[in-house]
């Protein structure tokens, strides 16, 4: 008796549109009903690989790379200004959010460049601020933290530790028209506890009307002697 192979099924119509509309590889400008648009690459229907989308509504913009549908990788988005898309980050994404090493353009001219986590400064980064102070340093959660230096647009400057924005720990600070040089230790932005010196104070613009006198001991010897006597007596 001869063998009939029966034929497979054909699936339903239905399978056949949706599977043909699915969008995957390259593809033209996609629309959608709220006005946005998106040109690039798609896989499973989800943007991924490289794609420029535009939001009309926010009038803004980025070109570069996606990853199931999410920012991730490299891009720059830039937002309307006027007649041009102004640039505001151009840098590493990981999962929609700025991650890695990029550079944000703020309205007020700020610029920062350096680590980001998760949409935040984070790591190691330089801020040049509007007034001219610039700030390179250690950041978490987008404030100062760690160690940094901070140059003041007036010629003082701040070496050392911060703590959520403020100065905290140990640090030097740098004052440009007196030539002084405080070292010492800093509680929430302020100095509570440490020396002042001259430093550079015949270069100074408006130098103290008398020098800070250098403290010295007048018998290092007998000090010495004095302190090491009473470390071996076990009555002092």
Request: net charge positive.
């Amino acid at each position: 008796m001869p063998f009939i192979k029966t034929p497979p099924k054909a699936p339903p119509r239905s399978t056949l549109l949706e599977n043909r509309s699915k969008k995957c590889g390259p593809r033209v400008t996609v629309y959608s009903v709220n006005g946005d648009e998106y040109t690039g690459e798609w896989l499973d229907n989800k943007k991924h690989g490289w794609g420029t989308q535009v939001w009309k509504k926010l009038g803004s913009i980025y070109n570069g790379e996606w990853k199931c549908g999410k920012r991730d990788g490299y891009g720059t988005y830039s937002v309307a200004n006027t007649k041009v898309y102004a640039k505001k980050y151009c840098g590493e994404w990981r999962n929609g959010m700025k991650h890695g090493h990029g550079a944000y353009f703020y309205d007020n001219s700020a610029v920062y460049e350096g680590e980001w986590s998760e949409d935040r400064r984070g790591g190691w980064g330089r801020m040049l601020f509007n007034c001219g102070d610039v700030y390179e340093g250690e950041w978490m959660k987008d404030k100062e933290h760690g160690r940094g230096v901070l140059q003041y647009a007036n010629g003082n400057w701040y070496e050392g530790s911060w703590k959520e924005g403020k100065k905290s720990g140990r640090g030097k600070f740098y004052y440009h028209d007196k030539a002084q040089l405080y070292e010492g230790l800093w509680v929430r932005g302020e100095a509570k506890c440490g020396t002042l010196s001259d430093f550079g104070r015949d270069d100074a613009p408006t130098p103290a009307k008398c020098p800070i006198p250098e403290v010295k001991l007048k018998d290092v010897k007998t000090v010495l002697q004095t302190a090491q006597l009473a470390h071996l007596d076990p009555t002092c």
